[in-house]
C-alpha cells in the first residue's frame, strides 16, 4: 500500500515530524513518497493509496510556502482518482497564536474533505507551547493511523 505524505514545513519541526512518519510508515511496510517540494504531477504518479498530511502555520494562519502550490493545484484540479481514500492530517502550531491555532491543519482537513479524503483520525494538533519533542509526541497518533490503514 501507498502513502503520500503531503508536508509542508517553515523551519523543518513539521519536516522532522514527517520524515519521522515515514520511517514508521515504511517500518510497518508501506511504500511512502515524503518529498516536501513535490508537484501534484508527482504525487498523482506515485498513484498513492492514502494520504497524509503533515503542515505547520505560519504568518497569519497560513500554510507553509512550499505547501501553497500543491494546495492549490490539488483545490483547482480536485484529482478523481483521490476521492474516497484514507487519509490524516497532522497540524503543528503554537496555541499562543489564539484563533489561527494549527489553521494550516485545518485547512489540509478542508481541502480533504473537499477532495472525497476520508479521514481515519481526527486531526493530531501538535502544540509548540506544550510539546518539546513533537516527533516522539506524534508517534501514538501515528501507531492509531497505521494501525487504520492496515
Ligand atoms: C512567523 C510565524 C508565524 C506563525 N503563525 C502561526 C499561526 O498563525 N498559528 C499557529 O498555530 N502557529 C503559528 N506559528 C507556529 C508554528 O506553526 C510552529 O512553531 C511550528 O511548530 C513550526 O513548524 P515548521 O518549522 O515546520 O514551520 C507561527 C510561527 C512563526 C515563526
Redesign the pocket.
Known amino acids: 500500500m501507498k502513502v503520500a505524505i503531503l508536508n509542508?514545513?517553515?523551519?523543518?519541526?513539521?519536516?522532522?515530524?514527517a520524515q519521522n512518519a515515514a520511517k514508521l510508515l515504511k517500518t510497518a511496510g508501506f511504500d511512502v513518497m515524503h518529498n516536501p517540494r513535490a508537484s501534484l504531477e508527482q504525487f498523482l504518479e506515485f498513484a498513492p493509496d492514502a494520504l497524509l498530511a503533515v503542515?505547520?502555520?505560519?504568518?497569519?494562519?497560513?500554510l507553509?510556502d512550499n505547501l501553497q502550490g500543491l494546495y492549490a493545484s490539488l483545490r483547482d484540479q480536485l484529482p478523481g482518482a483521490w476521492r474516497g481514500l484514507p487519509g490524516g492530517v497532522i497540524?503543528?502550531?503554537?496555541?499562543?497564536?489564539g484563533d489561527?491555532?494549527?489553521?494550516?491543519g485545518e485547512q489540509m482537513h478542508e481541502l480533504f474533505e473537499e477532495l472525497g479524503v476520508r479521514e481515519v483520525l481526527p486531526m493530531l494538533r501538535?502544540?509548540?507551547s506544550e510539546t518539546i519533542n513533537?516527533d516522539r509526541d506524534s508517534e501514538p497518533w501515528i501507531a492509531d493511523f497505521i494501525h487504520a490503514l492496515k
Open positions: 509542508g514545513s517553515v523551519y523543518g519541526v513539521s519536516e522532522d515530524v503542515t505547520s502555520t505560519t504568518g497569519l494562519g497560513e507553509p497540524g503543528l502550531g503554537d496555541s499562543c497564536y489561527t491555532f494549527c489553521s494550516g501538535l502544540d509548540a513533537p
